[in-house]
């Protein structure tokens, strides 16, 4: 099967690439709400970008219905500062949950039997029980696409990871267990994958 995207309707282009671009990693994102407590919501269109400067982006679109921005860009544009978490399959529900649209500056942890935890040195919390979390700046917002996307990149200023999934090796490397994370990726419509087997091939020369 070929399948020429410019000869079908744009509503059944996302599916396809949902459905082929897989497993994606998903970036559970929180922000600050204007009331002072959190926004949590997960974005599959997500990669780091350099690693110097450690730059990574988030892909988010608009509100179903209405059309405006999300409440992760509006938070983050106004405010600067937000979290990216890595989560695990433990969270698959509690991720799928915090999708939910709701009413700019409602929480989605108002929903969640989830806690937050507050490190020193930062101004945001993290989510307690996710093993790696990603602090982040805002570096710029670009909109990409017809309807259209924001293309929200961050400096990556920390990274937190727990301490039983890293290690440092006798040359200084950080080493970190993926099995003991646990990731959860996206696939299409409303399945997740894990990690399964994970294969070691080394890398050429």
């Not at 997500?46 to 608009?62: D, E, N, W």
Request: hydrophobic share 35%; net charge negative; glycine share 8%.
């Amino acid at each position: 099967m070929l399948i020429d995207l410019e000869s079908i309707k744009a509503k059944h282009i996302h599916p396809i690439l949902t459905q082929t671009v897989i497993p994606r990693p998903v970036a559970w994102v929180l922000s600050r709400n204007p009331g002072d407590d959190y926004n949590l919501a997960p974005y599959s269109f997500f990669t780091v970008v350099t690693g110097k400067p450690p730059i990574l982006m988030v892909s988010i679109g608009k509100k179903p219905g209405d059309s405006t921005f999300k409440d992760t860009r509006v938070n983050i544009e106004a405010r600067k500062q937000f979290v990216v978490h890595i989560g695990s399959q433990s969270h698959a529900q509690a991720m799928t949950e915090s999708s939910r649209h709701l009413d700019h500056g409602q929480s989605e942890l108002d929903r969640l039997d989830m806690k937050l935890v507050q490190e020193e040195g930062w101004p945001m919390p993290r989510v307690e029980g996710c093993m790696v979390a990603l602090y982040c700046e805002l570096r710029e917002v670009i909109e990409m696409g017809d309807t259209p996307q924001s293309l929200v990149f961050g400096n990556i200023k920390q990274v937190f990871v727990d301490d039983k999934v890293a290690s440092i090796n006798d040359q200084g490397r950080f080493i970190i267990d993926a099995k003991g994370i646990d990731p959860i990726s996206r696939l299409g419509g409303s399945e997740y994958g894990t990690l399964g087997d994970i294969l070691s091939v080394p890398r050429p020369d």
